[in-house]
């Protein structure tokens, strides 16, 4: 069988994100990154109330479920509050997909919000059809997405990226932050096979690096993904640490964003003046603590990884040495 079964991932729709509040997570994004949030219709068929966000590149999906029904949406934030979920990408042929991710490939496919199985026939309607894998069969859960250009244009639910006119706004020089494009989504797991081989052989992705981090507390495999490139690293805990806590609570799991900055240490000062603090902080690399960020860690760096291909491999972090891995209290207010 070849590596690349057939079917084509374009790039990443959304990380998703759960919270309990719209409304919090609205004012988070504001104060911390300076933008705005999009609520979007309520969706009957998975229970949820939903907003899109965009930070730099990245177009944010916050669900927020209904409480006086048990969905499976409502189940997880029951369980495990505020976190990150599943990762969302496009794909060019949803027909196609369908028939090599269950086909050939035997992945079990369910629908949004009900989970029932998805067999033959791609659900959805009206210019767009999307899907979910099983966990147990590709890692963690992935959600795939179609739509056609009049619903970009037209629908309330649509990516704000997609509609006419849209262009990634650069950083101003006197923005603290700077957040632009995505770095790489990390996902952690017990063992990386199932989630390797689902990105690589079935969905055509890259490994283009492999580290043992002991100081990290992980070994990581880095992958490409997409004809639009995105990063995902699949990080397998190998001692105590923030990543190690979130396997051991969540099991496998998307477990933070981290974005490009323009300087580093003007950053880490902007979000703690903020009210945010760190679990990871290293000369090249900070990731807020997720008590003090709504639930959720966001990641921020200066370089790619050394070897993405985004990167002729000048200006490449070597890997990150933190000074601290432990819990910090943050100083000021708490989003």
Known sequence: MPAHSGFRVLSLFHPTAM?????????????????????IPYTAASRAYRSLTIVGDVCIENISPEQTHLSQFRMYTDLVGNHWFFPCFY?????????????????????????????????????RSLLFTHPADTGIMWEFYEADQEWFVNSPLADPRKRPGWKLAQPGSDDPLAAGVLSHLTVVVQDPRAARRFLVDVCG??????????????????????????????????????RKRDLEKIGNTAHSLTFIVRDLQRASAYLRSKGLAFEIESDHLIVTDPTTSIGLRFGFTERFHRGDPR???????????????????AKGRNQ
């Open 19 to 39: 919270v309990a509040d719209l409304q919090e997570a609205a004012v988070f994004y504001r104060t911390v990154f300076g933008v705005t949030s999009l609520t």
């Open 311 to 329: 990167t002729s491999g000048a200006g490449v972090a070597p890997p990150a040495r933190p000074r601290t891995m432990g819990r910090q209290r």
């Open 91 to 127: 794909v060019e042929d949803m027909q196609d997909a369908l028939y090599h991710l269950h086909h050939r490939h035997r992945i079990r496919l369910t629908e949004s919000g009900t989970g029932n199985p998805v067999i033959g026939i791609p659900p959805g309607g009206s210019g």
């Open 205 to 242: 992705g890259r490994v283009f690096a492999e580290d043992e981090e002991v100081e990290l507390g992980t070994r990581s495999t880095w992958v490409t993904l997409g004809a639009e490139t995105t990063v995902v690293e699949l990080a397998v805990p190998v001692k105590a640490g923030p």
